[in-house]
């Protein structure tokens, strides 16, 4: 009985340490998504506390991985933290969802970035409609309200949001790292999948695969490098690692891969999927 309160401290502090690369790895694609100029510190606080709470709540019994546990109770703090300091309506939002898809759209269809005018029409709405939505998400947009002192929060711009080519780029990129994790070899897809979109368990895959932990992180690091790669060869093919025996057979079957990652689908195909991924995604969220 005297043990079980001087144990638990432990457990927690454990829990925390070892699960704080969760949270930044958590942070950093929330980030991906969001205006430059929001706080990260903010976000990081959030998820750590969010973080320390989980490991307090835990209960082992239940049979949910801490990992699975604490990742819903993480991002669900950081989306409470962008709510409490983002003041724009929900009409406001709902717009200005539209007028990006239309951008999006436009965009890909004519290789630039459209024009006011060409949003406006696209989408049914007058070029004063698109401007004034364009000032309110501006004005609106997620910010820190540390550090500004005395400053009018009025008078402090907002940084650039990401242009329709930076987003079109942004989703060419998921759809090669889409194509490029369905063609991994099986086992190596398998511990991709089940590690970072599944959030299994180390030992639970070594256990499924008949290998040891040892082994599944090996094949993860590897599986890492051939994705890295099957992307750069796409699309920057300087920054290809090297084979070292650029003749053998393992080379070619790993070019063998990067040209089927290639050619899997159109750039059309790619851009649609991604579309539609990354739609999902922030429904999701």
């Known amino acids: 009985m005297n043990n079980q309160p001087s144990s638990a401290p432990v457990d927690i502090d454990d829990l925390v340490t070892s699960h704080m690369q969760l ?5 950093r694609e929330t980030m991906g998504r969001l205006p430059g100029h929001v706080n990260r510190d903010d976000l990081t606080s959030a998820g750590l506390a969010a973080l320390v709470q989980a490991a307090r709540s835990y209960d082992e019994e239940r049979g949910v991985p801490f990992t699975r546990y604490a990742s819903t109770r993480v991002r669900g703090a950081i989306i409470d933290e962008l709510r409490g300091i983002d003041w724009a309506s929900r009409s406001v939002r709902r717009r200005a969802r539209q007028v990006e898809e239309t951008r999006f759209r436009l965009a890909t269809d004519l290789g630039r970035r459209p024009s006011p ?3 406006a029409t696209a989408s049914g709405l007058s070029l004063d409609e698109v401007t004034a939505n364009d000032d309110d998400v501006s004005r609106a947009s997620v910010m820190s309200l540390q550090g500004f002192g005395d400053t009018p929060i009025d008078d402090v711009l907002p940084t650039r949001m990401p242009s329709p080519e930076d987003k079109l780029e942004q989703r060419e990129r998921i759809g090669y790292l889409v194509d490029a994790v369905a063609l991994l070899p099986d086992r190596l897809r398998t511990v991709v999948e ?3 979109f599944a959030e299994r368990p180390m030992a639970e895959i070594a256990d499924e695969l008949g290998v040891t932990e040892s082994r599944v992180s090996q094949m993860r690091a ?3 490098v051939l994705l890295k790669d099957a992307m750069n060869s796409a699309l920057e093919p300087e920054l290809v690692t090297p084979h070292a025996r650029p003749d053998g057979c393992a080379a070619r ?3 063998a891969y990067f040209a089927a990652v290639a050619s899997r689908r159109t750039a059309t195909a790619r851009l649609a999927m991604a579309g539609t991924a990354m739609s999902a995604l922030d429904r999701s969220a």
């Open 23 to 27: 949270v930044g790895h958590i942070v």
């Open 117 to 119: 005018a060409e949003v």
């Open 194 to 196: 089940a590690y970072f």
């Open 222 to 224: 590897e599986a890492l």
């Open 253 to 255: 079957r790993r070019d």
